[in-house]
């Protein structure tokens, strides 16, 4: 019986759990320092351009949110599910 294992190369881990968390953090407090200033803009702005700021401090939140939980999903090829064709059920 021949076992078929792939070795985990060091370069293909991911980054320290504390370290990815620290960019994420990076990330969001980027977003909310752009969604002050666009608050604070649409005090001093005129009147159309009042709107763009205002409706990009409304929307930043979910895209700063999105952005920071962003992170661990990506699977690489070693971790994806291979199917042996052998045992594929067929159903008659």
């Given at each position: 019986?021949?076992?078929?294992?792939?070795?985990?190369?060091?370069?293909?881990a991911q980054d320290a759990l504390s370290i990815e968390q620290r960019g994420r953090a990076r990330r969001y407090f980027i977003s909310m320092m752009i969604r002050t200033a666009c608050f604070i803009?649409?005090?001093?702005?005129?009147?159309?351009?009042?709107?763009?700021?205002m409706g990009g401090a409304l929307i930043l939140p979910y895209v700063a949110v999105v952005l920071a939980n962003a992170?661990?999903?990506?699977?690489?090829?070693?971790n994806a599910i291979i199917v042996d064709p052998k045992r594929q059920i067929t159903g008659t």
């Open positions: 019986m021949e076992k078929n294992t792939a070795a985990i190369i060091i370069t293909s803009a649409t005090i001093f702005l005129p009147s159309p351009y009042r709107w763009f700021a992170g661990r999903e990506n699977t690489s090829e070693m």
